[in-house]
């Protein structure tokens, strides 16, 4: 029998023997694989599955791992894995414990910023209606940027340059390295704080994409969206775009260009001013002669040159009106008169009234008020009034005669 040729193993000895030469057969390997039944844990742990066509590997991150992750996983998304196989004996099971976790076709710092940038344009954080105007002349601005580099001195330098009044206050904050985005945020979330602050510049100098991304970071992103003070982005050079100039109010090319835009030129604004002086005085002069030309004119019309005169024709005028007034307001009284006689006359001839003064009567059912043409309506006992040329008569119908053929 083959169990009497070789050794026996328990199911422990033999998982622990497997385990050992599992693990040393494989301390560090790269599985490229579709990710599957993503979870993750109370405890930050991040569970999944990595599959192709035919097969498909269980593999696990664990919190500090997870956390150091810059894009968001997702199922369906393809990766490369980057990790040792760990296998369970307890379970007979085994799994990948990754280390490093790369999208496929595409670096992660690439997808975690198309992530981001997707997730904030659909809020609208990048709409146009939500940027604000800056401040013509600001009357103190911040800087949010290492107070050692390069960049800082270069906005300095152009902002004292073109507008040498210009208040500036620094607000230290690293641009790179762990933690940056965090103490960037806190430095934003710090203006609206400052006395007087009305614009900020959020930016560095030009570095690698890993230099710069504290500018693509979620949180200062979030942070320049919520900043009731203006801010200007202005961070690396002009290839390089990050999430923080999509969110801030004015996008700067370089630090050097945020100095241009947050101030104007005072040589130029003093240039427009001396320019709209001369257009001022320009205009002033313009309208006075206008006014003396029309003056002149004025003074020469007859009623200025002699006011009695023209006051005299003028009350000529107004007795001669009045006359002819008079003589159509008695024209028409008098045609006015004449016509109401001929109405009234009319209105006699066909009121009711006149013929009751002939000694006519008009005869009307008492209770209905419809006056009688026909006795044949009358029955005996109906109440009748009869109105007479002064007053009526109430009499009730004792006999009914018809009328006496013509």
Same mark, same amino acid.
């Given at each position: 029998?083959?169990?009497?040729?070789?050794?026996?193993?328990?199911?422990?000895?033999?998982?622990?023997?497997?385990?050992?030469?599992?693990?040393?057969?494989?301390?560090?390997?790269?599985?490229?694989?579709? $990710?599957?039944?993503?979870?993750?844990?109370?405890?930050?742990?991040?569970?999944?599955?990595?599959?192709? +066509?035919?097969?498909?590997?269980?593999?696990?991150?664990?919190?500090?791992?997870?956390?150091?992750?810059?894009?968001?996983?997702?199922?369906?998304?393809?990766?490369?894995?980057?990790?040792?196989?760990?296998?369970?004996?307890?379970?007979?099971?085994?799994?990948?414990?990754? =280390?490093?976790?790369?999208?496929?076709? $595409?670096?992660?710092?690439?997808?975690?910023?198309?992530?981001?940038?997707?997730?904030?344009?659909?809020?609208?954080?990048?709409?146009?209606?939500?940027?604000?105007?800056?401040?013509?002349?600001?009357?103190?601005?911040?800087?949010?940027?290492?107070?050692?580099?390069?960049?800082?001195?270069?906005?300095?330098?152009?902002?004292?340059?073109?507008?040498?009044?210009?208040?500036?206050?620094?607000?230290?904050?690293?641009?790179?390295?762990?933690?940056?985005?965090?103490?960037?945020?806190?430095?934003?979330?710090?203006?609206?704080?400052?006395?007087?602050?009305?614009?900020?510049?959020?930016?560095?100098?030009?570095? +690698?994409?890993?230099?710069?991304?504290?500018?693509?970071?979620?949180?200062?992103?979030?942070?320049?969206?919520?900043?009731?003070?203006?801010? $200007?982005?202005?961070?690396?050079?002009?290839?390089?775009?990050s999430i923080s100039d999509l969110v801030a109010d004015r996008r700067a090319l370089t630090p050097s260009e945020s100095g241009e835009i947050v101030v104007p030129d005072s040589n130029e604004l003093l240039a427009d001013l001396e320019h709209l002086e001369r257009r001022l005085q320009r205009t002033v002069t313009s309208r006075i002669e206008n006014s003396r030309h029309?003056?002149?004119?004025?003074?020469?019309?007859?009623?200025?040159?002699?006011?009695?005169?023209?006051?005299?024709?003028?009350?000529?005028?107004?007795?001669?009106?009045?006359?002819?007034?008079?003589?159509?307001?008695?024209?028409?009284?008098?045609?006015?008169?004449?016509?109401?006689?001929?109405?009234?006359?009319?209105?006699?001839?066909?009121?009711?009234? =006149?013929?009751?003064?002939?000694?006519?009567?008009?005869?009307?059912?008492? =209770? +209905?008020?419809?006056?009688? =043409?026909?006795?044949?309506a009358l029955t005996l006992g109906t109440l009748i009034e009869t109105r007479l040329h002064a007053g009526r008569v109430i009499s009730r119908v004792e006999q009914v005669l018809p009328a006496t053929p013509q």
């Amino acid at each position: 029998m083959l169990a009497q040729q070789i050794p026996i193993l328990s199911v422990t000895e033999f998982t622990g023997l497997l385990k050992s030469h599992v693990e040393d057969a494989f301390p560090l390997i790269a599985v490229r694989g579709e $990710i599957s039944n993503l979870s993750q844990s109370a405890n930050g742990h991040v569970f999944l599955t990595l599959k192709d +066509s035919k097969s498909q590997l269980r593999a696990v991150l664990w919190r500090d791992t997870a956390r150091q992750l810059k894009f968001k996983l997702k199922d369906g998304l393809e990766v490369v894995a980057v990790g040792g196989l760990d296998l369970y004996p307890a379970r007979g099971t085994y799994q990948l414990v990754v =280390q490093e976790l790369v999208p496929e076709g $595409i670096g992660a710092l690439e997808l975690a910023f198309r992530q981001l940038r997707e997730k904030l344009a659909a809020e609208g954080l990048f709409a146009a209606e939500r940027k604000r105007p800056l401040p013509r002349i600001p009357n103190r601005i911040a800087l949010v940027t290492s107070p050692q580099g390069a960049a800082v001195k270069d906005m300095l330098q152009i902002i004292l340059r073109r507008w040498p009044a210009a208040n500036i206050v620094i607000v230290p904050v690293p641009v790179q390295g762990d933690g940056a985005a965090d103490k960037i945020a806190m430095g934003i979330r710090l203006l609206p704080r400052l006395e007087g602050v009305d614009v900020a510049i959020v930016g560095r100098g030009g570095g +690698s994409l890993e230099d710069l991304w504290p500018f693509n970071e979620e949180v200062v992103a979030r942070a320049i969206a919520a900043c009731p003070v203006p801010i $200007i982005s202005a961070v690396g050079h002009e290839i390089d775009v990050s999430i923080s100039d999509l969110v801030a109010d004015r996008r700067a090319l370089t630090p050097s260009e945020s100095g241009e835009i947050v101030v104007p030129d005072s040589n130029e604004l003093l240039a427009d001013l001396e320019h709209l002086e001369r257009r001022l005085q320009r205009t002033v002069t313009s309208r006075i002669e206008n006014s003396r030309h029309r003056l002149d004119s004025l003074a020469a019309r007859p009623v200025l040159a002699d006011p009695w005169q023209q006051l005299e024709r003028s009350r000529t005028q107004i007795d001669d009106l009045f006359g002819r007034l008079s003589r159509s307001a008695d024209s028409r009284l008098v045609r006015a008169r004449s016509r109401l006689a001929e109405l009234t006359s009319t209105l006699d001839a066909l009121s009711p009234l =006149q013929v009751l003064s002939r000694g006519y009567s008009i005869t009307q059912d008492a =209770q +209905s008020g419809v006056v009688i =043409q026909d006795a044949e309506a009358l029955t005996l006992g109906t109440l009748i009034e009869t109105r007479l040329h002064a007053g009526r008569v109430i009499s009730r119908v004792e006999q009914v005669l018809p009328a006496t053929p013509q």
